[in-house]
Structure formats: structure tokens, C-alpha cells
């Protein structure tokens, strides 16, 4: 059975502290998708990071990072300097390759990080 | 270009009534997937329209249908509302370009309240 897990789901710091998003997932198919969104108050859903299961190298795009583990099925999300502006619910999900590949999503619950100034 | 867009925005129904949502996908895109989002949740798949047709469905009851026109648009109907169906419907649209995958594009929501 496919799942997602947001272990972590309210966080707060303070401003310019770095703040990790952890991120655990199920999944029996070879070839699968791992993804990033973040949802601000607005509720439409921003894309920041799609990663394949056959690419394990971690990436980093100015302040945002993704480490990527296939050994104990994790993809976490580390924002450095963290900004009030990075307020927002983030959500990890998950779209198998085996699903008729249709692209279809499976969400966590979500993780509300909250970045006070 | 438009991306997504979704009407109404807000939306107050009473318990028994029917709704309809809608959906116009990004320019380009044929294919329209849909998502139930309560409040606190994370975004639950309900179905996908391609070529007019159903090609996949969430676990969701049937008074959950939906259409997809030949302009690629798309319409989510849910009959015989309950209090429960009260979130926030998430539409998205992709496409299936040269790497295989359908990245998918969200609009802004509708949001569905049930008294």
C-alpha cells in the first residue's frame, strides 16, 4: 500500500533559524515520484521539488534543500535562514509510476510551519 | 498564459443539495484530475478525466461524478451533500510530455461549505 507520513505537524521558530521537514513513505513500485508543495494561507498549491526514485542526489536551490534516502524511505525538506514568508503548510506526496502512471498524487498530512520574526 | 482556474471560489450549500464545481486546466494540458482537501488534511484524489472519459477514481462514493468537455475543461458534481463533503476541491491539470511523467499544475480552489 502506498502512504505518506508527516510525522511533524505543527513547527515553530524563530526567523533566520534552519528548520528540517521530515518526510516518510510507502510504496511497493520500483519507479515512483516524491514531491514538495507548499500551501499558504491562499490554499493553492505551490511546487517546489519533484525528485525520481532513481535519483538519490540531494539538491539544493538557494535556501530550500531535499535529502533524498531510499534506504529508510525519506525525503526531508531543510529550509536555511528561514523567513517569515516561509510560513505556510507544507506537504510531501507521492505518485507511483505503476499507477496506470497517471501522475495521481497520495499527500501527507501536511506539516504547518510557522516562522515568527 | 492562464494556469488553472477554478469557479466558484467560496461556495455555502445546505445538507441534501447537489453542487457543481468547474475547472478550465492550463493552456496545452488535456488531462484533469481532481482533489478534496479537509480542512487540516492533506489533498485526497477523487478522480481524473482524460479524453472525456474517467481513467481513474479515488475512494470516493459515487455521488461524486464528474465530466471532462472536448475543450478539456472539467466539472466535479457531488448529489446528496453531508456535512463531510465541507473542504476545500482542488483542481489540476497536466500533460504527458517527452519525460513520461504528467507534472501536474493546481488551481487556486473552490471552497465548499456544507450547513
Known amino acids: 500500500a502506498q502512504k505518506v507520513t508527516q510525522a511533524q505537524t505543527e513547527i515553530s521558530v524563530v526567523e533566520k533559524e534552519d528548520v528540517t521537514l521530515d518526510c516518510v513513505y510507502e510504496t511497493r513500485d520500483t519507479t515512483y515520484y516524491l514531491f514538495w508543495y507548499k500551501q499558504p494561507p491562499s490554499g493553492e498549491l505551490v511546487f517546489l521539488i519533484r525528485?525520481?526514485?532513481?535519483?538519490?542526489q540531494n539538491e539544493i536551490s538557494g535556501r530550500y534543500s531535499w535529502n533524498f534516502q531510499k534506504s529508510t524511505s525519506s525525503f526531508n525538506f531543510t529550509i536555511t535562514a528561514s523567513q517569515v514568508v516561509d510560513s505556510a503548510v507544507y506537504f510531501c506526496a507521492l505518485s507511483e509510476y505503476g499507477s496506470g502512471n497517471t501522475g495521481k498524487l497520495i499527500f501527507g498530512q501536511g506539516t504547518t510551519l510557522q516562522v515568527k520574526p | 498564459d492562464a494556469g488553472v482556474t477554478q469557479s466558484p471560489t467560496h461556495l455555502i450549500k445546505t445538507r441534501g443539495q447537489q453542487v457543481t464545481l468547474r475547472c478550465s486546466p492550463k493552456?496545452?494540458?488535456?488531462?484533469v484530475s481532481w482533489y478534496q482537501q479537509a480542512l487540516g488534511q492533506g489533498p485526497q484524489f477523487i478522480f481524473q478525466?482524460?479524453?472525456?472519459?474517467?481513467?481513474q477514481r479515488g475512494n470516493f462514493p459515487d455521488r461524486f461524478s464528474g465530466h471532462q468537455f472536448p475543450n478539456y475543461s472539467s466539472e466535479l458534481n457531488v448529489n446528496a451533500l453531508l456535512l463531510g463533503d465541507s473542504a476545500l476541491y482542488l483542481c489540476a491539470s497536466s500533460w504527458l510530455p517527452g519525460t513520461g511523467f504528467y507534472e501536474q499544475y493546481f488551481g487556486p480552489g473552490t471552497r465548499l461549505t456544507v450547513t
Open positions: 525528485r525520481n526514485s532513481f535519483d538519490e
Open positions: 478525466y482524460y479524453e472525456e472519459e474517467e481513467r
Open positions: 493552456s496545452g494540458h488535456d488531462t
